[in-house]
């Protein structure tokens, strides 16, 4: 598989479009506190590059595990600031597992089991407060009452993919061997293996999380950012513009950059 205006194909670095910066951010999973953290960061760096036009891109797993998985949904569901750096950025938030888990659960109580052991129940308590030992079914109802309309309305909105230059977004990766056009939404939102390992060339560079590593790793053919914000204490950003990247990660009310300087042939590299 592969693409013809690919970096990846021609050996040149690959490369974000004219006059844009990107931000993708990794997996928050309920933490707001870190969220807002990033995004302050990320509004003090973009103020550095005025002549550039923000675009960030969520790339899922907002809820569950953490403590405050609705304030992070009502943050994410306003959009880019009216005014600041950020006034006007792109803001693309892609469906994670976790969020096709509780769509799944508002759907039909009975797959509730599966995702209340993957941290739904954080969820549940973030909206609901303290819950009573009850049965999926029981907490459907309550649940569906509790979730503002602009909630389930952003959380039915999440697209799968996104592309930006020869940079491909997504929340698990994608399979090999298969076309980009043909990729399964199971895949695109669950997949580990054969992704992780795989050194196929899937034509633009895939940006993805639901991987948890310590650090963000790069390979030639994939960004993986998912630093598991929810037990570690650090939210990773990835910033990309031209043919540089750097990593832009919150942790305990501070933020740190590291830069990378563009991509190259190497066999991987982790951070």
Known sequence: MGSSNSSQSDGASPRTPDGVVVYAIGDVHGRADLLRALLTGIECDAALRPHARPVLVFLGDYVDRGPDSKAVIERLALGAPATGPLAGAGWIALRGN???????????????????????????????????????????????????????????????????????????????????????????????????????????????????????????????????????????????????????TAHAGALDTAPVGALDDEDGRDY
């Open 98 to 248: 976790h969020e096709d888990l509780l769509l799944a659960f508002l759907d039909q109580a009975d797959k509730g089991r599966v995702w209340r052991a993957n941290g739904g129940l954080d969820t549940l308590r973030s909206y609901l407060g303290d819950l009573p030992p009850l049965d999926s079914e029981a907490l459907r109802l309550p649940f569906e009452r509790a979730l503002p309309k602009a909630h389930r309305r952003f959380l039915e909105s999440l697209a799968l993919t996104h592309r930006e230059g020869d940079y491909l977004f997504v929340h698990a990766g994608l399979r090999p061997g298969i076309a980009l056009t043909d990729q399964r939404p199971e895949d695109l939102m669950w997949i580990r293996e054969p992704f992780l390992r795989s050194s196929e060339d899937f034509g633009p560079v895939v940006v993805h999380g639901h991987s948890v590593t310590p650090t963000p790793v790069i390979r030639r053919n994939r960004i993986g950012i998912d630093t598991g914000a929810y037990r570690s204490g650090r939210l990773t950003a990835l910033a990309l513009e031209g043919t540089d990247c750097r990593f832009l």
